[in-house]
């Protein structure tokens, strides 16, 4: 059976015009990619840590709460969000609403902005003294 | 073209060469890890501190142990299953997708591995005092 190999497979970022509703999608994958190599490296490090006993785990809250650590620690709270709320977006999409095309600018505007209010709020109260 | 059924012409040729009980299964995944992390992220922002006791005490309660390994497991599947999905869509060589695919599955299910055994240790050890 004769099958057209030159179909355009992802990705696609050459092809779609920029904007705030491909931008949200592409974030989520990028935010997906990096809390699955960095978050998830973390993550197990500080359960291990924790399993290990206190020397291990001083070793691990020493780098978290260093500035670097801090550092990722915000950036992987906004991803965290990021792709929590760009998830959900998906699933809007998913049942087939939401498409039409102001709907859909004004959601992937509201996804940005929350996920940068609530990351915010997050630290502010760690930082603050809880 | 022009030959056999429609869906017969088009079943195949996405990048993941089939997926549609795959995307299913991600968006049931994911929706599990949903309220996990608001648990798990609440949890840590209401302890006192992140302290070596105070995180040892709280996973030696039996509650916060069953939701850390639910957490742990559903997370580690829907890294697995997202991963996935971004590999064969990005490498395009034939060879190194199959590899790296083969190295996701590993390398998740180890880190998934690590993780709940390391919960079930402290939650099986009691608490640290």
């Known amino acids: 059976m004769h099958r057209n190999t030159a179909r355009p497979l992802s990705p696609h970022l ?27 490296a973390l993550f197990v490090w500080w359960l291990v840590a924790a399993a290990s006993g206190a020397e291990a785990y001083e070793t691990f809250a020493g780098v978290a709460t ?17 792709h929590t709320f760009g998830g959900i977006r998906h699933y809007v999409l998913d049942i087939g609403a939401g498409y039409e095309l102001r709907t859909n600018r004004r959601w992937s505007w509201i996804v940005i902005g929350a996920s940068v209010v609530v990351t915010a709020a997050i630290w502010l109260y760690i930082l603050g003294g809880r | 073209m022009g030959h056999g059924t429609g869906i017969g012409r ?24 949903l309220p ?5 992220l609440v949890s840590l922002l209401r302890l006192p501190d992140l302290s070596y006791t105070t995180v040892v005490n709280w996973l030696g309660s039996s509650l916060n142990a069953v939701l850390m390994v639910l957490l742990v497991v559903t997370t580690f599947v829907h890294l697995k299953q997202g991963m996935q ?3 064969d869509d990005y490498v395009h060589d034939e060879g190194t997708r199959v590899l790296t695919n083969v190295a996701l599955v590993f390398l998740s299910v180890a880190g998934g591995a690590a993780a709940t055994f390391a919960v079930l240790q402290i939650a099986f050890r009691g608490t640290a005092n």
């Open chain 1, 14 to 40: 050459t092809i779609w015009r920029w904007g705030p509703h491909m931008a949200v999608s592409i974030i989520n994958r990028v935010t997906g990619v990096g809390l699955s190599v960095v978050g998830a």
């Open chain 1, 66 to 82: 260093g500035w670097l650590g801090v550092l990722v620690g915000v950036g992987l709270t906004w991803a965290l969000v990021f």
């Open chain 2, 10 to 33: 088009v079943r195949g040729l996405g990048s993941a060469k089939g997926g549609a009980s795959h995307w299913a299964m991600e968006r049931m995944v994911s929706l599990a890890t």
């Open chain 2, 36 to 40: 996990l992390f608001v648990w798990f």
């Open chain 2, 85 to 87: 999905v971004v590999l």
